[in-house]
């Protein structure tokens, strides 16, 4: 037998070293329905390309000013592997990104992701995609593509990562915040629906010392299981909030309260002469923070540099707006309540009056 016999008899394969190329192929055109269901003006295409198109005149804009963010889901990702619930952790991807666009006054437009697997399977990848649609939808932006990457070797088991990518547009001039933000206005607070997306390294440390299987009665909501209530999606506050500004209503700040909670994301969004005074006593607090609170032993000013504590966004708004800002956003869906007031710096940028009813 010649060498080149041996060479094809005895051969790897890209398989067998842990790549299936048709699971790839078969995961494509399983969540082909999904990305078109995200469709929208400036989007229709197909994926599968190279690169992803989207047409700024077709959606509208006439003098637009991009604006780009990216994140992931952190260690949420492990309760999804844990428990294999992958149903809305693609929610949470594309939340933590346009969450982030629409505090710059922008629309996102479009979404891709990046998806990251020691071995690929095709029913659990299919069920994050469709998460990530459903985020899409709900944020109105299109799913133009994404990259999917088995590494045997890189991850162990049935762990992967998820990264995601938005832009969006502004039309120039527009732009958040405002200049015209000022000691007065008022800070109305657009409550969470849960954890989201950030503290849950800490979280799964408190769930540890709780003692509770992830397949326990959660303490905070009688009648769901633990994991299914850490597991609550990140809410998505685009499209009340893109209709407020369209209103015209005089929103001057955003803040997206993500890692580092009030103490670290306010003062993101304000000129070095303001401060912002938040009554905690106005804040709602779900009960999942007050059992994370009392079983971990985290004090209030840890729990208000982890934690979003109830308040997803927080909005600066011209005071005479501030209750038409309220009635708009509860007409949509949202909770919303005045929650404190901008003032003139003279230290902290954060300041705090009242206790959070843990």
């Known amino acids: 037998m010649s060498d080149k016999q041996n060479l ?38 197909e994926i599968g390309g190279f690169g992803g198109l989207f047409d700024l005149k077709a959606a509208g804009f006439v003098d637009p000013v991009l604006v ?36 710059q ?33 709900l944020a109105g932006c299109a799913l133009i593509g994404g990259e999917t990457a088995e590494m045997p070797g890189m991850y162990a088991g049935k762990d992967y990562d998820l ?5 969006g547009a502004a039309e120039r001039g527009t732009l958040l915040p405002r200049p015209d933000i000022a000691a007065g206005d008022t800070l109305v607070a657009i409550a969470s629906s849960g954890v989201h997306s950030n503290g849950y390294s800490l979280v799964r440390k408190i769930v540890g010392l709780s003692g509770l299987d992830w397949t326990a009665d959660a303490p905070f909501a009688p009648g769901t299981q633990l ?22 209503l005089a929103i001057k700040a955003l803040a997206h309260i993500t ?12 000129p070095d002469h303001l401060a912002a005074h938040v009554d905690l006593n106005a804040v709602t607090v779900p009960k999942v923070f007050g059992w994370l609170s009392r079983v971990g032993g985290v004090d209030q000013h840890e729990m208000l540099r982890t934690f979003n ?29 005045v929650v ?19």
């Open 340 to 358: 404190g007031t901008l003032t003139a710096r003279s230290g902290e940028a954060v300041t705090f009056a009242g206790t959070l009813a843990l």
């Open 105 to 137: 006054g922008a629309e996102p437009l479009f979404f891709l992701d990046y998806f990251a697997t020691g071995k690929l399977d095709v029913e659990q990848g299919t069920a994050i995609v469709e998460g990530i649609a459903q985020g899409c939808r």
């Open 8 to 45: 094809t008899s005895n051969g790897l394969s890209y398989k067998q070293a842990g790549v299936d190329i048709d699971a790839g192929n078969a995961l494509v055109e399983a969540i082909k329905p999904a990305v078109r269901s995200t469709r929208r003006p400036g989007a229709d295409g």
């Open 227 to 248: 994991s299914e209530a850490l597991l609550t999606p990140t809410r998505i506050y685009v499209k009340p909030l893109l209709a407020a500004l369209k209103a015209r």
């Open 259 to 270: 890692g580092g909670g009030f103490i670290d994301n306010i003062p993101r969004v304000l």
């Open 309 to 337: 504590c109830g308040v997803g966004m927080l909005v600066a708004v011209a005071p005479d707006d501030a209750e038409r800002l309220v009635e708009h956003l509860n007409a949509a869906g949202e909770i919303a309540a």
């Open 163 to 167: 990264a995601g990518f938005a832009v």
């Open 68 to 103: 780009a963010a990216n994140d992931g889901v952190g260690t949420k990702l492990k309760i999804a592997i844990e428990t294999g619930n992958h149903a809305t952790i693609g929610q949470d991807l594309v939340a933590m990104c346009v969450n982030d666009i629409i505090v």
